[in-house]
């Protein structure tokens, strides 16, 4: 018998909230970081200011991959009877490595367009 509750599929939903709140947590960090460099007078702290720049860029590749992760885990895992949704087929058709790779392209883009910026 069995189960109503599919904690796959919950879980798949889980991971994609989680990473709405990564993005929303890069979002504010690299708005911080490019408010930073371009209004704030910043001579002399270029190296101090090139932490928070990688570390902006590690939190959303980390985050990103893993939460990316999780979602194909959850959707590998779901229930027969579940994967005959519309949520799921939409949800699983994704792609997943181009995501993976814009995910990392974006961090990559946005760090380096930063330190151009900072020490520039």
């Known amino acids: 018998m069995e189960s109503k509750t599919d904690t796959s599929f919950n879980g798949l939903f889980h991971a994609i909230s989680f990473q709405l709140g990564g993005i929303a947590i890069a979002f504010l960090a690299n708005s ?10 910043t001579n002399g702290h270029e190296l101090a200011l090139s932490v928070p720049i990688f570390a902006t860029a590690l939190f959303t590749v980390v985050w990103g991959d893993a939460t990316l992760k999780s979602q194909i885990s959850n959707i590998k895992d779901v229930s027969e009877e579940k994967q005959k949704t519309y949520a799921y087929k939409d ?5 997943y490595r181009l995501l993976r790779f814009m ?17 520039s």
């Open 91 to 95: 949800i699983a058709s994704q792609p």
């Open 103 to 119: 995910n990392l392209a974006l961090a990559v883009t946005l760090a380096i367009s930063q330190l151009s910026i900072l020490f």
């Open 32 to 41: 911080v970081n490019y408010g930073l460099i371009l209004f704030a007078d």
